[in-house]
Every structure is written in C-alpha cells, then in structure tokens.
C-alpha cells in the first residue's frame, strides 16, 4: 500500500485523469499520441490500476514522462495531522486557545487527542508517556486564558483509559453512558448503570454526559464491563431500527 504519508487518517491517493493538452504542456509530445496515451491510461486509471502498473505497449517512449506527470499531479483525501514538533504548531495552538477564550469559551474539547503524538513504529494511540506530556503542554497554555480542557481520550472500558484521564486530573467523556442506557432499558435492568455512576462517584471521576455524538453510540466501549455477545446484541437492536 503506497501511504505517503504516515500519519495521515482515511487515506486515499487520487490520480487526474488527462487529456492531450495536459501531456503536451507537459511533456514533448504530438496531440495525436497524446491522444491516445490519454484513452489507455485514463481507462487503467478508472479500473483501478496504479500509474506503474499501466502497459504503455507501443509507447514505451513516454512511459516515464506520463508517470511523472500523475504522480506529480496526484491529491490525497485524508486527515492531515499538524506536526506537534513545529513551533509553528504551537503558536497555532495558543492563538485558537486566546481567541477561544476571548470569544467566552471556559472548556475546550481536543478532538481524538489520543491520536496526537505519533512515531514510525509505535501504535499511535495513547503512546505513553508522550500523550501526557504533550497534553501537559497544551494544558500549560490553556492555563494562561484559564481554559479547562476536555480530552476525547478513551478506549474499551477493561483498559481503564478513562481512570489514567481522571488520575491526570482531566474531566472525560462518558463514553459508557450510552451504552449503558440503552442496555438498562432493553434488559429493564440497570444494575450495571447503577454500578459505573457508583464508580464515578467512589473513585472522584469528573465526566461530561453524553448520549451519542458525531462518531455514533460508543458501544465498543463497553468491552469488559458487558459480555461481548450482551454488547452484539445490543449492536444488532440498534442497527434493525
């Protein structure tokens, strides 16, 4: 898999599809070769076939030059991440925190934090300890314009992620809520409701409510509170209505 960039989500690499007129500002070509380059190598393109993967039979000549060309064109369809390591970055960063803060903002959401410090060769979710220390930065200038921050940071509830946000002394979002709910209305049960609130309060966890959000109703989060089969099922009774 090509990815020419590492750290990108949701990658998709897109080629052009040119006609004779690109080639010839492009490269030393006649309209007519150009022409029928163009018929071949738009249709490999539409099947799916990569730039290299193309038979230029018959014209060998301009194999290089057409390549050069699409990938020089290409555009990529993916979540670019900002390079945490740039100084440029974290100037950004306090600029939205000062603006945010001058418009009234009091909490500050960082959306899929956990996704934010990177490394070739780590997991690139909650690589530890960089996640803390880089939230511990941004904490530092949010301070500044006394902004509390909200991390979206979480995982399966047997991984216990959201204590380590807690013990960190961040809120966190209640990714278990709507599960949970859901789970107590269709078992008419909420026993497992009662003991997570109960949870929360022994063990001093500050948390945002939430009954679903932009990604959906967390149910995956449910692992190692709910049986798997128990948190299927209630996948299932979701998708059917």
Same mark, same amino acid.
């Not at 030059?65 to 900002?82: C, N, P, T």
């Not at 990177?118 to 690589?127: A, D, I, L, Q, V």
């Not at 006394?146 to 990714?175: C, N, R, W």
């Given at each position: 898999?090509?990815?020419? /960039?590492?750290?990108?989500? /949701?990658?998709?690499?897109?080629?052009? *599809?040119?006609?004779?007129?690109?080639?010839?500002?492009?490269?030393? %070509?006649?309209?007519?070769?150009?022409? *029928?380059?163009?018929?071949?190598?738009?249709?490999?393109?539409?099947?799916?076939?990569?730039? !290299?993967?193309?038979?230029?039979?018959?014209?060998?000549? /301009?194999? !290089?030059? #057409?390549?050069?060309?699409?990938?020089?064109? *290409?555009?990529?369809?993916?979540?670019?991440?900002?390079? #945490?390591?740039?100084?440029?970055?974290?100037?950004?960063?306090?600029?939205?925190?000062?603006?945010?803060?001058?418009?009234?903002?009091?909490? #500050?959401?960082?959306?899929?934090?956990? /996704?934010?410090?990177?490394?070739?060769?780590?997991?690139?979710?909650?690589?530890?300890?960089?996640?803390?220390?880089? &939230?511990? *930065?941004?904490?530092?200038?949010?301070?500044?314009?006394?902004?509390? &921050?909200?991390?979206? %940071?979480?995982?399966?509830?047997? !991984?216990?992620?959201?204590?380590? @946000?807690?013990?960190?002394?961040?809120?966190?979002?209640?990714?278990? &809520?709507?599960?949970?709910?859901?789970?107590? %209305?269709?078992?008419?049960?909420?026993?497992?409701?009662?003991?997570?609130?109960?949870?929360? @309060?022994?063990?001093?966890?500050? #948390?945002?409510?939430?009954?679903?959000?932009?990604?959906?109703?967390?149910?995956?989060?449910?692992?190692?509170? &709910?049986?798997?089969?128990?948190?299927?099922?209630?996948?299932?009774?979701? @998708?059917?209505?």
């Amino acid at each position: 898999k090509d990815v020419p /960039y590492w750290n990108t989500f /949701y990658q998709e690499v897109r080629y052009p *599809r040119p006609d004779a007129c690109d080639l010839m500002a492009n490269m030393d %070509i006649q309209y007519l070769a150009a022409d *029928r380059i163009c018929v071949f190598v738009n249709a490999a393109l539409d099947a799916g076939k990569k730039p !290299e993967e193309i038979d230029f039979t018959g014209f060998e000549s /301009y194999r !290089e030059g #057409v390549i050069a060309y699409l990938e020089s064109h *290409r555009k990529y369809l993916g979540q670019m991440d900002l390079n #945490v390591k740039s100084p440029l970055v974290w100037e950004h960063y306090e600029n939205t925190l000062k603006t945010l803060a001058e418009y009234g903002a009091r909490i #500050v959401r960082l959306d899929a934090f956990a /996704y934010a410090p990177k490394e070739p060769g780590k997991k690139n979710f909650m690589n530890e300890p960089d996640t803390w220390e880089l &939230l511990e *930065r941004v904490r530092a200038l949010a301070d500044r314009y006394h902004v509390e &921050l909200l991390p979206e %940071i979480h995982a399966s509830y047997g !991984e216990k992620v959201y204590k380590k @946000v807690a013990e960190q002394g961040y809120m966190t979002y209640d990714f278990f &809520l709507p599960g949970l709910l859901i789970d107590a %209305i269709e078992k008419k049960n909420g026993q497992k409701l009662a003991e997570w609130a109960q949870e929360l @309060v022994d063990d001093h966890i500050r #948390v945002v409510n939430m009954l679903g959000c932009h990604d959906g109703i967390p149910l995956l989060d449910l692992k190692g509170m &709910l049986p798997e089969e128990e948190i299927q099922k209630l996948i299932d009774t979701i @998708v059917s209505r």
